[in-house]
């Protein structure tokens, strides 16, 4: 057992960078530091000194000058919080969307959430349900104020345990349409740039290809709003940008006519 240990810990530390290395030694360092501040200092709650192997939980790669965060989720979410504030509807629905997005608008506007698969989510302002983004149980033209965001791309990929079809996305499109009221809005994100399919995380789109897909004349586009390669949110960008992208998020916000 004693050998299987050195083998596992040598191996841990052949496996480990340089600087991932020196962060470890830092932990370490921190640790005795603790110990020495605990015996100096009492607390009922934290009464004893030794830090127990079983309790450890090292973090050793927190340290950075800036608080990292995800681009397109952290700003699209942020971007379409604002847009439903500025809709103002008496409910909003949201279609697979992040978690985080509907948890904090049914905050101020009542939100209904659907998704293939149903979260357990149980918060005052929101209720959560299935539904089939290729077929909508939702009546023609009954929903005012919808959003639909990073989501999209991977229907028809199989990676939530959807069915295979090539078409997936289309028919999702065209459902999100179809339930719109008039007048509706209707916030769609998705990745954009080189359009290509990364197998089977997701697709990603051209600006044109997107406009192509709802531009059978019943909508218009209200807001374009862009997440760059680099990180950098631009609201109201230029969409000739989304050609020099790899991986970038487009937030379309349309009205249907």
């Not at 000739?240 to 998020?249: D, E, F, G, N």
Request: proline share 4%; aromatic share 12%; hydrophobic share 40%.
């Amino acid at each position: 057992m004693k050998t299987l240990k050195k083998i596992v810990r040598k191996c841990i530390y052949l496996a480990l960078s340089p600087f991932v290395l020196k962060d470890y030694f830092a932990f370490k360092k921190s640790l005795r530091e603790q110990s020495r501040n605990s015996n100096a200092t009492s607390s009922p709650y934290f009464p004893s000194s030794h830090i127990r192997i079983r309790d450890f939980k090292p973090r050793i790669l927190d340290k950075t000058v800036k608080t990292g965060f995800d681009a397109h989720y952290v700003y699209h979410t942020s971007w379409a919080a604002r847009k439903v504030r500025e809709i103002n509807p008496a409910r909003h629905v949201d279609i697979s969307s992040s978690l985080y997005f509907s948890g904090i608008v049914s905050a101020f506007i009542a939100v209904d959430f659907y998704d293939y698969r149903p979260a357990e989510l149980k918060l005052s302002g929101l209720t959560s349900a299935h539904a089939d983004l290729n077929t909508l149980h939702f009546a023609t033209e009954s929903v005012p104020s919808l959003s639909c965001m990073h989501t999209v791309e991977h229907i028809g990929l199989g990676r939530y345990g959807d069915t295979i079809d090539a078409q997936g996305d289309l028919k999702a499109i065209a459902e999100l349409k179809r339930v719109v009221t008039k007048k509706g809005s209707l916030l769609f994100v998705v990745p954009v740039g080189e359009p290509k399919i990364e197998f089977n995380a997701h697709r990603i789109y051209s600006y044109e290809q997107v406009m192509e897909y709802f531009g059978d004349g019943n909508f218009i586009l209200k807001e374009f709003s862009l997440i760059t390669d680099e990180g950098n949110f631009l609201e109201h960008a230029d969409p000739a940008m989304v050609a020099r992208q790899k991986y970038a998020c487009g937030c379309f916000w349309f009205i249907k006519r």
